[in-house]
């Protein structure tokens, strides 16, 4: 019985609960066809100085006028701004009242921010930019001095002009029209008062509409971009809005916006992006913007992936050239939310999945073969354009740095060749894939070293952390020793198990067996080490002297003393079976702008070797690899450590 009167009580209440819903959806329907005929009676006889009084009501009549009169939807927008308008003012229309607004304001522009077109004439100064990646618009640079300065005239492939942008660009080297954001000044002042709480109401409707729309409007990004235009202030507030909380939701409408960039149609993707590129000019958007882009930075990479050119399909990824450069955003966000980390291990992961099962990478692997690895690598060099970031990384995160290693240590040997020695190869070796890609990799790591240099000379101070990061002898051995480790552990998994028990005995023969010039982990060793005992003016010996493997330095010598023998069996037309790409290889390595990040290391590597290896070890060693110890003995064998060769 009671079961009974449990379930008609169940049901009374689900009917109860089934009318107060229908209730309310009455009076929602009535309280919007009352406001319909409000809205309405504004429109048609525009009395649009109603809403001076009457602010709560504008999202409310942005969102009927954007489903009942879309055609008007821009012009309503306009009068809404602009309903505080008294007397001579009305004799204006609402367009050409904040067309004055932003005349009024033209003198006050702190930033250029023009975005480049493709094959449009650029400008990129050494002397004022802050780092390479840096450029103005022409316009610029004709009402700028840059007289004496080492500036270079090229085409733009994209990217904006940093005119006025003081992160960028030296102060005096702005133009006459951007001055760059004068201290304590705030550019929504040159926007009349009365306007400025109007502006946040429409602009935040305007974000609420295309977020809650389930095919979002470009009509709606347009109205915004074009809003943003009229006057600096209004780019600062569209900021602010974007960065503050959805109606309704824990996130922040920019988090919504880019969480669903890629659900997006490609129209909308490309508009989405030039807006965010106009809007990250500011500083105070430009740091949660890069904070949001790196928490969706690994869905991105994805998503670009899949497309033909991210550039042309609206890829978010193309506007990390703007954010990855500023130093003291990317050094907070690498404390703080792993910014550096997740670079790293994406390209990490994207080297690991081209490993074949022999350990080494396949530069046939679809990941190194449609570039894959392209937008990450470029992206973590901005990164570490920055010296504080990557001073950051030497001296305070030892992790970090092992994973910068690591890069290395997975390119190295890629790529190998073996001489053929009856008939002609069918298919040669496409060996530019293999060497850009290492070429990309040592451009990164130079820029890299360039951290540890400064560390040395100058005190770098964070404006949002105040740490300097100076370098000290200590850091210095750590550094050496992360480097030894990884050389010697690459070795271990190389090396076969008898060439590891007798290092000193064990033949190789360039001329037979496998031989690849990829060997950036001893081309990063040789540039840190060329630093440490050039800038910071370290002794070899005290660098060197304590380390305890003295095999070590054998296998600093192995591989760069084959490149050479590698490279001179070519020029002697040894490797002619081969094709013509080996002729390719010996230019790209000894004659071409690679080689002050290859040979150049490589005989610095073959130098250290011989400073800090027995002498007789050291030449037994040389003629071995040179096949030229029977030449000069009677005996043909190899001197260990112990013995001495007789002279």
């Known amino acids: 019985m009671k079961r009974k009167m449990d379930w008609k009580e169940n049901q009374n ?3 109860q609960d089934e009318e107060s819903r229908i209730g309310n959806k009455e009076e929602e329907e009535k309280e919007e066809e009352k406001n319909a005929i409000v809205y309405e009676k ?6 649009w100085e109603w809403l001076e009084e009457n602010e709560r009501e504008i999202p409310s009549l942005l969102k009927w006028s954007w489903k009942n009169k879309m055609d008007l939807f821009l012009p309503i927008c306009f009068e809404i701004l602009t309903c505080y308008r008294k007397g001579q003012e009305r004799n204006y229309k609402a367009e050409e009242f904040l067309r004055q607004v932003k005349n009024k304001s033209t003198s006050q522009s702190s930033v250029c921010g023009l975005i480049f077109k493709p094959g449009s004439l650029i400008v990129t100064c050494k002397t004022c930019g802050l780092d390479p990646t840096c450029a103005i618009c022409m316009p610029c640079f004709q009402n700028s001095n840059h007289k004496g300065h080492d500036y270079n005239i090229h085409t733009s492939g994209g990217g904006m002009c940093d005119c006025g942008d003081p992160l960028a660009w030296k102060k005096n080297g702005f133009c006459v029209h951007h001055t760059g954001a004068k201290e304590g000044i705030d550019p929504v002042q040159f926007i009349p008062s009365q306007m400025i709480p109007l502006a946040h109401i429409v602009f935040q409707s305007l974000l609420e509409i295309f977020i809650h729309e389930i095919e979002p409007p470009l009509l709606i990004i347009t109205i915004l971009s074009l809003l943003q235009e009229f006057n600096e202030g209004f780019r600062n507030i569209l900021g602010k809005e974007m960065i503050s909380k959805a109606v309704g939701s824990n996130e922040s409408r920019l988090f919504n916006l880019v969480n669903r960039h890629y659900q997006f149609g490609r129209i909308t993707r490309v508009a989405l992006v030039q807006l965010y590129n106009n809007l990250i000019v500011d500083y105070d958007f430009k740091k949660p913007f890069t904070s949001h882009f790196m928490k969706h930075y690994r869905e991105m990479n994805r ?6 050119n991210a550039k042309t399909n609206g890829g978010i990824s193309e506007l990390s050239v703007q ?19 997740i670079l790293l291990q994406i390209f990490l992961d994207c080297l690991s999945e081209a490993k074949g099962d022999n350990g080494i990478l396949q530069c046939s692997h679809q990941n190194i073969e449609k ?18 970031v990557s001073q950051w990384i030497f001296f305070q995160s030892p992790s970090l740095f092992a994973k910068v290693i690591k890069l290395a240590s997975l390119m190295q040997g890629m790529e190998p060749n073996r001489r053929e020695t009856r008939t002609h190869i069918e298919r040669e070796t496409q060996y530019l894939t293999s060497t850009n ?3 990309d990799l040592l451009k990164t790591m130079d820029i890299f070293v360039k951290g540890l240099k400064a560390g040395k000379e100058i005190k770098i101070v964070t404006d949002e952390t105040n740490e300097e990061f100076i370098g000290s002898e200590e850091d210095s051995e750590h550094i050496i020793q992360c480097l030894v480790e990884e050389i010697e552990s690459y070795f271990k998994h190389s090396l076969e198990k008898e060439e590891k028990d007798k290092l000193d005995l064990f033949h190789f023969d360039v001329s037979s067996e496998n031989i690849s010039v990829h060997i950036p982990l001893q081309r990063t060793f040789s540039m840190i080490f060329n630093i440490f005992t050039g800038s910071w003016n370290l002794s070899l010996d005290r660098l060197l002297n304590r380390m305890t493997n ?5 296998l600093l010598l192995e591989e760069p003393l084959r490149i050479q023998i590698f490279i001179a069996q070519i020029e002697s037309r040894m490797w002619i079976r ?31 070797a011989a400073r800090m290896m027995n002498t007789s070890h050291f030449l037994a060693i040389c003629l071995e690899r040179w096949n030229l110890t029977a030449f000069f003995f009677s005996e043909s064998k190899v001197v260990s450590n112990s013995e001495h060769l007789p002279l």
């Open 13 to 15: 209440k689900i009917t």
């Open 42 to 47: 504004i429109i048609n006889n525009q009395q």
């Open 303 to 308: 998503q670009d992936r899949q497309m033909d």
């Open 371 to 388: 570039n894959f690895h392209w937008r990450v690598s470029h992206d973590l060099r901005y990164a570490l354009t920055n010296l504080c």
């Open 437 to 439: 890609l290492e070429y």
């Open 323 to 341: 954010l990855l450069t500023v130093s003291t955003i990317v050094l907070e966000l690498a404390q703080t939310e792993n910014l550096l980390d």
């Open 550 to 554: 003295r095999s070590f330095f054998q």
């Open 578 to 608: 081969n094709g013509d790409s080996m002729r390719q290889i010996a230019y790209l390595y000894k004659k071409s702008s690679y080689s002050s990040l290859t040979f150049c290391k490589d005989i610095l590597s073959i130098q250290i």
